[in-house]
């Protein structure tokens, strides 16, 4: 069966051979999308060197040369994606294979798809789109929800982007039948801080109980992934009352600049690293290293079943 609209690098290639855990990871927040250079490459050698550490084979996503490619190589290829100008989301993947895309950075939606064609079933990311707080007059919700409610993928994030309307976010989950279940909290994180102030229904305490959770939904043919909210350290928390004034800041500079579409997340971060006068940054390195770390122990325990 050829097929070239996606592939596997190699190391993940033998990992999946081996029945080794896989942590598959996005690449957005690593590009200029995501995060400011240099701590754009720094936070995927700590991601990396997370997953290492507890076990798990890293397989970052991405699109080259119009390939869906999970498990990029180091060197030329990495530097390629971390260059990237162009933002992919899961409906962007046929496009871009169709029309030959150079280098293209892959959303949570993107990455989920690409993880689950893989036969990954963890991912990490930093934190997953959502329901944007003008979603009643723009209509935004990111895609990634829905992806993650299509694809049997467990999604590790620090909540949802904390300028999203997180209740909203929440709701769209449980209409969508995807379980959002806390790491060690009875709270739904809000990225830079632990509490956005809205309970999960559900908690976790171990790689092996997200393991359980997710083959009795196998068996159950509940179709689907996981949200797994891991809240940000504790000594790596912001200022709630000085994230809120940020956030607040920043969305307005958003939307004097016009920002739409898969415009507006990119330009919301870069606007809170600047209200922050860059204390954003360390708190999402931190954050992302963590929920790495917490994936790769939940795909020890999947590996291990
Ligand atoms: N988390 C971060 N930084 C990011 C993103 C998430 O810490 O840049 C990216 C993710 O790739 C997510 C995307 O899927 O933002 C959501 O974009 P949108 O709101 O356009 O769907
Ligand atoms: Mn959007």
């Not at 940054?281 to 770390?293: D, G, Y």
Request: charge should be negative.
């Amino acid at each position: 069966m050829g097929t070239n609209v996606f592939r596997l690098g190699d190391e993940v290639t033998a990992a999946i051979e081996a029945q080794e855990p896989i942590v598959a990871m996005e690449s957005t927040i690593y590009s200029a999308f995501g995060l400011p250079q240099p701590a754009n490459r720094e936070a995927l050698v700590r991601c990396e060197t997370a997953i290492r550490a507890a076990g798990a084979v890293p397989a970052m996503t991405a699109v080259i040369d119009g390939v869906g490619v999970v498990g990029v190589a180091s060197g030329a290829e990495t530097e390629r994606v971390l260059a990237a100008t162009a933002k992919i989301a899961a409906r962007d993947l046929g496009h871009a294979h169709a029309t030959g895309l150079d280098v293209g950075v892959t959303t949570v939606s993107a990455s989920v798809t690409l993880a689950a064609r893989a036969g990954v079933s963890v991912f990490t990311t930093g934190g997953i789109g959502g329901v944007h707080r003008d979603a009643a007059q723009t209509g935004d919700i990111s895609h990634d929800l829905l992806a993650i409610a299509r694809h049997r993928v467990v999604t590790v994030s620090a909540g949802a982007k904390a300028f999203l309307d997180l209740g909203r976010t929440l709701e769209e989950f449980e209409t969508l039948g995807v379980p959002v279940v806390g790491w060690n909290t009875d709270r739904f994180p809000a990225f830079y801080t632990r509490d956005s102030g809205h309970p999960v229904t559900m908690t976790v305490r171990t790689g092996a109980e997200v393991a359980a959770l997710l083959s009795a939904n196998r068996e159950l043919r509940h179709p689907g992934g996981v949200l797994v909210a891991n809240p940000i350290p504790e000594a790596d928390e912001l200022d709630a009352a000085r994230i809120d004034a940020a956030i607040t800041e920043a969305l307005e500079d958003a939307e004097r600049q016009g920002a739409r579409g898969p415009g507006v997340t990119p330009l919301v971060l870069a606007a809170i690293a600047a209200a922050t006068e860059g204390d954003s940054v360390p708190a999402n390195l931190a954050l992302a290293e963590n929920n790495a770390r917490v994936a790769a122990e939940i795909a020890v325990a999947v590996a291990s079943r």
